[in-house]
């Protein structure tokens, strides 16, 4: 299957399917209850998916939290999630989601048209995804290229004066073995997606010291310092490792990993 993001919009196009992740519809309530006096961004996202799908393309798969809150749930969830799906099979013959950490009780907001798909992932053809918070199925890590989600990934610059910035990047490597302990065969590729709601900006992965999420991307599987860094244009930075930044200068910002934890 021949991958290609889209320009300037994280989604992932396979052939005739797309493939995006980390909607976390309803983030707007959390920030509300901190303070935070926004209005809901899902229409948005309604329309950068329609954006971003070609004529050809007619499945949409999201890898993994559709939803915010967890645990439970909010009224704007509720309100929101089904009519977005349900708007979607306009655009779309095929609609999948695998299950992610946020996607707690997801069948009560989803139509039924919608595929369900348990957290270790699916396969298609040469292709695995799954969200990326827990161990894929050997059936999916039989394959290609793997393609998770989970992360957020972004990349964090720093200028001359210590001001720093992030961009949400694509994060895409190679896998340095053949197999392992736990599975018998093991992908060649992996690609990690940025975050398709720009509400919750990104998680570095180019930040010495810091930890990334998920028990693949933090396992010895990978080779994480070849692999590369794309902004949304399609602009190549490099190599990670020749990209990686010291720890946050401004420390009393930093999220803890409770907190990091709660938006991935």
């Known amino acids: 299957m021949d991958l290609q993001p889209a320009y ?12 995006i992740c ?9 920030l509300r209850s901190k ?5 809901s961004h899902t229409s948005d996202m309604h329309q950068a998916i329609l954006d971003a799908a070609d004529d050809f393309i007619d499945r949409l798969i999201v890898i993994g939290d559709v939803k915010d809150s967890v645990p439970g749930s909010t009224k704007q969830e509720y309100a ?24 707690t009780m ?14 270790t992932g699916i396969r298609i053809n040469e292709i695995g995804m799954a969200h990326g918070h827990t161990w894929p199925s050997p059936e999916v890590m039989d394959c290609e290229t793997l393609i998770l989600g989970h992360n957020h990934p972004a990349v964090m610059f720093r200028d001359g004066v210590g001001r720093q910035m992030t961009e949400p990047c694509w994060f895409r490597g ?15 590729k992996f690609i990690v997606i940025p975050a398709f709601n720009r509400m919750l900006g990104g998680s570095p992965v180019n930040v010495e010291g810091e930890e990334l999420l998920g028990p693949i991307l933090n396992s010895d599987m ?3 310092d070849n692999a590369n860094l794309y902004l949304l244009d399609g602009v190549n930075i490099g190599k990670r490792s020749d990209n990686m930044i010291n720890g946050r200068e401004n420390t009393r910002f930093k999220p803890s990993p409770k907190t990091r934890a709660k938006y991935s």
């Open 222 to 224: 990978l080779d994480l």
């Open 22 to 30: 980390d909607l976390h519809i309803g983030v707007e309530s959390h």
């Open 80 to 103: 929101e999630i089904p009519d977005f799906f349900e708007s979607l099979f306009e655009r779309f013959d095929t609609i999948d989601v695998v299950r992610g950490n946020h996607d």
């Open 106 to 119: 997801i069948e009560e907001f989803l139509p039924p048209r919608v595929r369900i798909r348990p957290a």
């Open 8 to 19: 300037g919009i994280p989604a992932l196009k396979a052939d005739n399917i797309m493939i």
């Open 174 to 188: 190679s896998f340095c073995k053949e197999s392992d302990d736990r599975y018998p065969v093991l992908p060649k």
């Open 35 to 39: 303070g935070f006096h926004l209005t």
